[in-house]
């Protein structure tokens, strides 16, 4: 066989302009909303979810991997990790772990720490469970705002190739600035990908944070 083109082998974020929507502490009534809207756009996110909500939703989350979505695991019960015990930061972990993959039949491979509350001992127990925990590179801070026009205009201005961009489907205003943002965006030349995708190439050790705040 011929050898692949120097073009083609180059991971698709390396030749497109790129960015990775992601949505926390789902799912919720307002995801299938979002889901709507991100399949009008043909974009691609990831979902950071909760142990709790999963149990209680299997349909929103089957659509979710039936229509591309990447799902991380974002805790059971969102604590602030570096809080808790050894003990009790491995139970929210792989007791999620659990509840997606008896849900949608895939063991998440990455993490969120809630609020990005994260320390060496907090990524040591994460190394062992063998998940990377990925955090931002601009958060909306869409929770605090609830104002459709404020969160359309932060994600816009946090928008940069290869951003990560921290949202929640759990913020009726943020449902609804999607199609805005979707649109505005993809008129500037941005591909909406998954985390995986963002990373191409690159294999993120277990344990490891990234995107490294800055």
Known sequence: ???????????????YKCIALTFDDGPWPYTPELLDTLKKYQAKATFFVLGRKVANRPEM???????GHEVGNHTWDHPSLTTLSDEEIVAEITSTQEVIHETIGLWPTMMRPPSGATNARVGARMAELGLPQIMWTGSTLDWQARNQKIITART?????????????????ETVKSMPAVLKTLKKRGYKFVTISTLLGNRKLAPGEVWPKKK
């Open 61 to 67: 989350m089957q659509r979710m991997v039936k229509e």
């Open 156 to 172: 816009l201005k946090l928008a940069k190739r290869n951003g990560v961009i921290l949202l929640h489907d759990i913020v009726p």
């Open 1 to 15: 066989m011929p050898p692949a083109t120097a073009q083609a082998a180059k991971p698709y974020c390396e030749r």
